[in-house]
């Protein structure tokens, strides 16, 4: 007897969802006035052209409330990074974390690395794409937030400021390391990363390896825990090199030298051909 080969079933194609229609367009809009006439104006060739501009305009205003939101200030897009520059960088990693899966998860991003090799860069541009992609976010640094939370008095005050930072769907924590820092304080960055564990993402940045933080808040007790729901299906992006701020600092300085080495040469011919011979 012959034995047949059972056949592979063919994958489905996943449906595409039907697009909206008028109405129900117009009632994401909130256009109820426009829905009790509804049966009356849906063949007007002017109803689709208006929803269209009115959703156009309702999404400007409200990546722009989101950008306002964000804080996130002046900042170089990816497009203008030197990737030659840092000694370590795991290019890829970062531009898979760029793609934002991240953000379903609830997982977060952290950067760590010495001063100077577009930590904060990269961590805006990760921010921007979110708000981008309608998500909204927010950049402070770490000692705003935990100067912040400490002049919060009583716990009243404290928890209205706690759920100012866990509202946002992505968190931006800037320079963790950078300043010294109380058990006190700490305790409120433990805070804000336990009311997000698991759920909202965090992105942050670091100039100490988490060996060190023990250092940075001195005193505390709850720095590995702390550490330990930061890092939990985290993605740790790893950078080293010279500082790239240093690079540019210099750079400015040769050109500029060499500026005023022209003008002073400049000065020096049109003071010769003044002179009496």
């Given at each position: 007897?012959?034995?047949?080969?059972?056949?592979?079933?063919?994958?489905?194609?996943?449906?595409?969802?039907?697009?909206?229609?008028?109405?129900?367009?117009?009632?994401?809009?909130?256009?109820?006035?426009?829905?009790?006439?509804?049966?009356?104006?849906k063949d007007e060739p002017w109803l689709e052209p208006l929803l269209a501009l009115?959703?156009?305009?309702?999404?400007?205003?409200?990546?722009?409330?989101?950008?306002?939101?964000?804080?996130?200030?002046?900042?170089?897009?990816?497009?203008?990074?030197?990737?030659?520059?840092?000694?370590?960088?795991?290019?890829?990693?970062?531009?898979?974390?760029?793609?934002?899966?991240?953000?379903?998860?609830?997982?977060?991003?952290?950067?760590?690395?010495?001063?100077?090799?577009?930590?904060?860069?990269?961590?805006?541009?990760?921010?921007y794409e979110a708000v981008l992609r309608g998500h909204t976010a927010r950049f402070?640094?770490?000692?705003?937030?935990?100067?912040?939370?400490?002049?919060q008095e009583g716990g009243r005050s404290l928890a209205t400021r706690l759920r100012?930072?866990?509202?946002?769907?992505?968190?931006?924590?800037?320079?963790?390391?950078?300043?010294?820092?109380?058990?006190?304080?700490?305790?409120?960055?433990?805070?804000?990363?336990?009311?997000?564990?698991?759920?909202?993402?965090?992105?942050?940045?670091?100039?100490?390896?988490?060996?060190?933080?023990?250092?940075?808040?001195?005193?505390?007790?709850?720095?590995?825990?702390?550490?330990?729901?930061?890092?939990?299906?985290?993605?740790?992006?790893?950078?080293?090199?010279?500082?790239?701020?240093?690079?540019?600092?210099?750079?400015?300085?040769?050109?500029?030298?060499?500026?005023?080495?022209?003008?002073?040469?400049?000065?020096?011919?049109?003071?010769?051909?003044?002179?009496?011979?």
């Open positions: 007897m012959t034995k047949r080969t059972p056949k592979t079933p063919t994958p489905r194609k996943q449906a595409t969802p039907p697009a909206p229609s008028l109405r129900e367009r117009a009632h994401a809009l909130g256009l109820y006035g426009l829905l009790t006439q509804f049966e009356e104006v009115e959703e156009a305009e309702r999404g400007r205003r409200s990546l722009e409330r989101r950008r306002q939101n964000a804080r996130l200030g002046s900042f170089k897009p990816m497009a203008d990074f030197d990737w030659t520059w840092p000694k370590k960088i795991d290019r890829d990693l970062i531009e898979d974390v760029l793609q934002l899966r991240f953000l379903a998860e609830g997982a977060n991003v952290v950067l760590v690395g010495p001063n100077g090799v577009g930590k904060t860069m990269i961590a805006k541009n990760i921010a402070t640094t770490a000692s705003d937030l935990l100067n912040d939370l400490a002049a100012h930072y866990y509202r946002p769907g992505l968190l931006l924590i800037d320079e963790v390391g950078y300043l010294s820092a109380t058990a006190r304080h700490a305790d409120l960055l433990f805070e804000v990363i336990t009311r997000r564990y698991e759920e909202k993402s965090i992105v942050l940045t670091t100039n100490k390896p988490f060996s060190e933080w023990g250092e940075v808040f001195e005193g505390s007790a709850c720095v590995v825990t702390l550490i330990d729901r930061l890092v939990h299906r985290a993605e740790i992006i790893q950078l080293d090199g010279d500082s790239y701020r240093l690079k540019e600092a210099k750079e400015r300085a040769a050109t500029n030298a060499k500026r005023r080495a022209a003008t002073r040469k400049t000065r020096t011919r049109a003071k010769a051909k003044r002179a009496p011979r």
